[in-house]
């Protein structure tokens, strides 16, 4: 141990006071977010808002894996929506099983509407066992983008180029659930799901524990991606994002230091879309497809994806947003959607949480030293090259 | 760097503890077990007004035909309100806006249930919609009236169908098709839930009367590249096309249509899915001698209609069109009234017992609630669009048809659900 850690999320985009211990800042900030997740929370919000926050907490478990992806990795993840659809969808056709089963019934309600045949599809039937379920809301997604990250990056595709191919799939994979209506429901998707491994989910209390579900996921999460960030990996992963000629010319291979960031972030979209279906009881192709997909950058951007918990709050904040703005002002929150994400990522590609950093190095000394304050501007230099 | 990440871990391993028990802690009623004892929020029905919801797509790909529908709910809260009330308490319209996306319209369901505790909501259109709001309705025991023509086969025990299930409009579309001659059917639909079930009976229906499908395309919703589509119509010798697009997608359909030399003539095309609004924005040019299905036309006769034509324009616009979803929504809120009155309560449960053989007269002429399905007795209307962009009935059932939603009634449609 010579000198000090490494920078964390949140020196890479703020610096650090002298006044606080460093090596405490994360941790205090950790406790501070469980105190209120898990306390505060759950006793100031009553049952609807927490069930709406639960939901927000989804989007930024996804918002999680992006901040990694593409605020570490430079990876312009448009396509989360695949991960969270496949995760939701994994975690919905057991529940759908287990309801099924609960009311005596051999097929999905869907199924007998609108289904032609009177046997479960080959491809349901392991999902009745909750292990594979369970196992398959992470491993599917990340398989999935370990076949399309391998391709992708061994041939060196990236920028625009694999956002669209992003976009493609996240496309492709929505219209196919729709095309298939007798055994994924079509648009109307998996829908009025009851109950969550055997508990009823309209009672109350039982919200309440997906609630705490999802908010100790999130921190967990968020934990293990701090570790990331401040490991050699993490280093290696904003090395190959600033320079992936030089990092290949060290040795490396940037293919698998991306393969990696990317896989991660799909295996964590999954885990949210699969908590994303108990706490608001649907999966439908509508969570899966372009849109979707890029509303679960624009809180990420808007935050600061480089900061964990910039994105994490961005993610947050933006759902909130959309949530209350949008019966205010229906027409208008698109708009307003769209505005601020041009203007975050033209005049703040470090989003809302380099806002404090970039006021207080302008405060402190002229050009010279923000150039020399590296994060900042490697952050800056990184976007301005994505977004060109 | 060591000490670090061990106190990182001891909070780890503390918070997983803190958050384990607490889910440990919290778990409550099992499936299965019974669910009246979760039963949610209770309508606030104590003051002076009554809240009632107002369900809609106000902004997204939806709001152009929602936002006509909220209009008309609008519309029948202000009569009932210049009116007295309901039991003499006003009603206080609380809009929330689905946004044309599903699970927000379960979120925003919640919100008017459990915040607002309305009396009753309004409104949904999109099959997927009320689909994700049913269950939302039925956890906290609270009505919802669905005012849109759907693809049957559902009947939950609280919402009111006050649009057409599949007996009182695509079944009579294909009786008159037969009448007619025209036996060999080409079916265009749009990639989501209606069409898809619509075809399906469709295809039951052809086995059992002696018609045929010559074809079955679909659209993603709001594909504008028709022209394979329509080739494909022109080579198979159909007789007509049964059509279930929707929404902007007709516009390319029956351009490409027309281009293609294709008339109302030569081989008509049935929608069930384009109504006066619609026909406005595809251009009456394009849609001229072509035929639809519906319960109501704007040029319906009858005094009630008159009046309601005349109210909607006075409030929305001379040239605003109105139209079957408008009508059943407007329709749906004066039934509630009288359902309310007839329990003399605001109560869910006393006004569903109440609803079994309620009349309004709606602009479609005197409309019955059949209590045992929830539905509405209703009269099948095939139209013809005219240059003008109105549609005139070219027939009708001749009075009001009994909801049957599951087609039990029928010996064709056995096989079906």
Same mark, same amino acid.
């Given at each position: 141990m010579t000198t000090t850690a490494p920078p964390g999320p949140a020196s890479a985009t703020t610096r650090p006071r002298a006044s606080t211990p460093r090596r405490l800042r994360a941790p205090a900030a950790f406790l501070l977010g469980a105190v209120l997740l898990l306390g505060a929370a759950p006793l100031a919000l009553p049952d609807s808002r927490l069930n709406l926050l639960a939901k927000y907490l989804c989007y930024a478990i996804? #918002?999680?894996?992006?901040? $990694?992806?593409?605020?570490?990795?430079?990876?312009?993840?448009?396509?989360?929506?695949? &991960?969270?659809? *496949?995760?939701?969808? #994994?975690?919905?056709?057991? $529940?759908?099983?287990?309801?099924a089963a609960t009311a005596g019934e051999r097929l999905p309600? &869907?199924?007998? *509407?609108?289904?032609?045949?009177?046997?479960?599809p080959w491809w349901w039937q392991p999902f009745a066992d909750p292990a594979f379920a369970l196992a398959m809301t992470v491993l599917l997604p990340m398989t999935v983008a370990g076949l399309l990250g391998f391709l992708v990056f061994r041939r060196r595709v990236k920028g625009a180029y694999f956002a669209i191919l992003s976009q493609a799939l996240a496309a492709a994979l929505s219209i196919w659930l729709v095309g298939q209506q007798a055994t994924t429901g079509g648009t109307n998707g998996l829908t009025g799901i009851q109950g969550f491994f055997g508990y009823d989910l309209a009672d109350p209390v039982n919200q309440r524990m997906v609630y705490f579900v999802i908010a100790v996921a999130l921190l967990?999460?968020?934990?293990?991606?701090?570790?990331?960030?401040?490991?050699?990996?993490g280093e290696l992963l904003v090395a190959v994002r600033d320079s992936e000629e030089r990092v290949r010319f060290l040795g490396y291979d940037p293919a698998n230091v991306k393969l990696v960031a990317y896989v991660v972030a799909a295996g964590m979209a999954g885990l949210a879309g699969a908590l994303f279906v108990p706490a608001v009881g649907i999966i439908s192709p509508a969570l899966i497809g372009i849109v979707p997909s890029i509303g679960f950058v624009i809180g990420a951007a808007v935050g600061g994806r480089a900061s964990l918990v910039g994105a994490v709050l961005g993610a947050v904040a933006v759902a909130w947003a959309q949530s209350t703005l949008s019966d205010a002002f229906p027409a208008a929150w698109t708009y307003l959607q769209g505005l601020l994400f041009v203007l975050v990522v033209g005049f703040l590609p470090g989003g809302l949480a380099s806002l404090g950093a970039l006021r207080r190095t302008r405060r402190r000394a002229p050009a010279s030293v923000r150039a020399a304050a590296p994060t900042t501007s490697a952050v800056a230099t990184a976007s301005t090259k994505e977004t060109a | 760097?060591?000490?670090?990440?061990?106190?990182?871990?001891?909070?780890?391993?503390?918070?997983?503890?803190?958050?384990?028990?607490?889910?440990?802690?919290?778990?409550?009623?099992?499936?299965?077990?019974?669910?009246?004892?979760?039963?949610?929020a209770k309508a606030d029905t104590s003051g002076d007004t009554v809240r009632v919801g107002l369900l809609n797509s106000l902004s997204g790909t939806m709001a152009i035909s929602e936002v006509t529908v909220h209009n008309a709910l609008l519309l029948a809260v202000k009569e009932i309100n210049a009116d007295g009330g309901v039991l003499g308490k006003k009603l206080d319209p609380v809009s929330q806006d689905g946004a044309s996306d599903w699970p927000t319209f379960a979120e925003k369901a919640e919100a008017l249930i459990t915040g607002d505790k309305v009396?009753?909501?309004?409104?949904?259109?999109?099959?997927?919609?009320?689909?994700?709001?049913?269950?939302?309705?039925?956890?906290?025991?609270?009505?919802?009236?669905?005012?849109?023509?759907?693809?049957?086969?559902?009947?939950s025990p609280y919402i009111f169908y006050t649009g057409a299930t599949t007996n009182q409009q695509i079944v009579p579309a294909l009786d008159y098709l037969r009448k007619k001659g025209l036996t060999r059917l080409y079916l265009v639909g749009s990639d989501y839930v209606f069409p898809r079930t619509a075809n399906k009976i469709i295809r039951a229906y052809a086995k059992g009367n002696g018609m045929r499908v010559l074809g079955e395309d679909y659209a993603p919703l709001g594909s504008t590249e028709f022209s394979t589509i329509v080739n494909k119509v022109k080579e198979s010798g159909a007789d007509a096309v049964f059509n279930t697009l929707n929404g902007d997608s007709n516009v390319a359909f029956f351009k490409e249509y027309k281009s293609s030399g294709l008339s109302a003539k030569a081989l008509p095309v049935l929608s069930v899915s384009i109504a006066e609004e619609e026909v406005k924005s595809i251009g009456a040019p394009y849609l001229e001698g072509q035929l639809t299905a519906w319960n109501y036309y704007q040029t319906t006769p009858g005094a009630a209609n008159t009046a309601f034509v005349e109210a909607y324009q006075a409030a929305y616009g001379k040239d605003k069109p109105t139209s079957d979803p408008m009508e059943a929504a407007y329709l749906s809120v004066h039934?509630?009234?009288?359902?309310?009155e007839k329990a003399g309560s605001f109560d869910v449960a006393k006004v569903k017992a109440a609803a079994d053989g309620i009349t309004f007269d709606a602009p479609e002429g005197t409309t019955t609630v059949d209590g045992a399905t929830q539905h509405v007795h209703k009269t099948a209307r095939i139209g013809r669009i005219g240059a003008d962009g109105l549609i005139t009935e070219v027939w009708s059932s001749g009075g009001p048809i009994k909801p049957d939603p599951y087609l039990k009634g029928y010996d064709w449609a056995s096989g079906l659900s």
């Open positions: 996804v #918002a999680v894996g992006v901040s $990694l992806a593409w605020g570490r990795g430079g990876l312009l993840v448009l396509g989360q929506g695949v &991960f969270f659809g *496949l995760g939701g969808y #994994a975690m919905a056709m057991h $529940l759908k099983l287990a309801d309600d &869907f199924m007998l *509407l609108y289904g032609s045949s009177d046997t479960l967990l999460l968020m934990a293990a991606a701090r570790q990331l960030f401040v490991s050699r990996y | 760097m060591s000490g670090l990440s061990i106190s990182r871990r001891g909070l780890l391993t503390g918070l997983s503890v803190l958050g384990a028990s607490a889910a440990i802690g919290a778990c409550g009623a099992k499936t299965g077990s019974d669910r009246t004892s979760t039963a949610g009396a009753a909501t309004f409104g949904c259109w999109t099959s997927a919609s009320r689909k994700a709001v049913k269950p939302v309705f039925e956890r906290h025991r609270s009505l919802l009236f669905y005012p849109v023509q759907y693809e049957g086969l559902e009947q039934l509630w009234k009288a359902m309310v």
